[in-house]
């Protein structure tokens, strides 16, 4: 739980900039709805619900608090709401999985994102966060079985968002750069595909 907040004060949203970088996944890597979409150590965020409204997501979490208040936010019937750490084991066939802001205290990155993408299929596709705390990314690229088809500028809200495949290299050279990105709304987000 949040440190200085009372449980009533969660309160599960959507991200306008978050769900235009969906979007642009989407658009950019011609996904078609309805996908089985995993949101692992999801928080509070609500995006993926606007941005694949056809699709069946799975938020999961660990804090009973958050678990509550996505309840509470009324995300309609192909919105599951699981109160665990990572994927379900009947969970099965995902599309998409989102690893943001997956930390699950005393785990590796590593093995969170090993056991998070275990259900994912062949051709599925990871966002990832690249930044100090939840570096999922790095830990992505170190997997033989992903590789890295692109990535996710978002910036100030004032500018747009951009989606970059560039040069594969060129990509991985900045996944490896300083990693001290303060927040999952700043900064790159990367995309994976499972091979």
């Known amino acids: 739980m949040i440190e200085g ?3 009533n004060e969660f309160i599960a949203r959507s991200n306008e900039r978050v769900v235009a970088e969906y979007q642009t996944v989407s658009r950019e890597l011609d996904l078609q709805e309805p996908l089985h979409i995993a949101n692992p150590a ?3 965020d609500t995006s993926l619900s606007v941005a694949f409204p056809q699709s069946p997501i799975y938020y999961i979490d660990t804090d009973p608090h958050v678990v509550s208040a996505l ?3 009324n995300l309609g019937p192909l ?3 699981i109160h665990g750490s990572l994927i379900d084991e009947h969970v099965e066939d995902i599309d998409l999985v989102v690893l943001r802001s997956a930390i699950i205290p005393g785990v590796k990155q590593s093995e969170v994102v090993s056991a998070a993408t275990q259900t994912l299929k062949s051709d599925g596709i990871v966002v990832a966060s690249h930044y100090a705390m939840a570096d999922t990314a790095k830990a992505l690229e170190r997997m033989r079985e992903f590789s890295l088809v692109g990535r996710i500028s978002s910036g100030t809200p004032q500018q747009s968002v951009h989606f970059d495949r560039g040069d594969v290299r060129s990509l991985a050279k900045s996944l490896r ?3 001290s990105i303060p927040s999952q709304f700043g900064g790159v987000t990367f995309i994976f595909r499972k091979r």
């Open 79 to 81: 919105a599951h709401i």
């Open 42 to 44: 999801c928080g509070l």
């Open 5 to 7: 907040r009372v449980p």
């Open 177 to 179: 750069r300083d990693s």
């Open 71 to 73: 309840q509470r936010a």
